[in-house]
């Protein structure tokens, strides 16, 4: 066990938190509080009065925290994209997307994008998915379940990343990934203004 007594001054300095993120989050499906889960036998073992942890295996009816991330990322990309305020209800902007014909795109090692195929489903409009053929047949099962294309790409995750750039070109095709790269950081720094 390491304890660091400078994590007691420690402060965020980071962007101040957007009230309007949480706001969005409330109004998807599946919306409820983290619950912390005691662990006191861990505790005793520490000599701790208590330990908790976070438990994320049901955020938002999935078994990670990206889905926070993949739907204000979309969100904000999409109401951009389609001229539209971030006042807008998530049904308004499904409408609004589904009439310029909108389309999502994606690689993941797993997480991600399943993320990103469940907001292309409240939103109700298309995701494509490019993954390496590295990945097991259930996580692939898993993203494609959200109602996504999974695109097996022959090589490494890197070859799905560019994958996904290349059918990014296509018109009315959002790029949506949690890496960054030179001239590509938005919607990765978007993700991770989550409540």
Sequence with gaps: ??????????????????????????QLSDYNIT???SLPD??????????FIKDESKRLGLPAFKILGASWAIYRVAAAHCDLPLTISLEELGVAARNKGLKLVACTAGNWGRAVSRMAKYLQVSATIFVPNTMDQATQNMISSEGAEVVLVDGTYEASIEA???EAERENTL???????????????ARYSYS
């Design 1 to 26: 066990m390491f304890l660091s007594p400078s994590a007691s001054s420690w402060r965020y300095e980071g962007p101040p938190f957007n009230p309007d993120v949480e706001s969005f989050h409330r």
């Design 35 to 37: 619950p912390l889960v």
């Design 42 to 51: 861990v505790a005793k073992r520490l000599g701790l009065a208590h330990v």
């Design 164 to 166: 996904a750039k290349q």
């Design 175 to 189: 790029l949506v990934m949690d890496v960054s790269w030179e001239g590509y950081e938005e919607i990765p720094q």
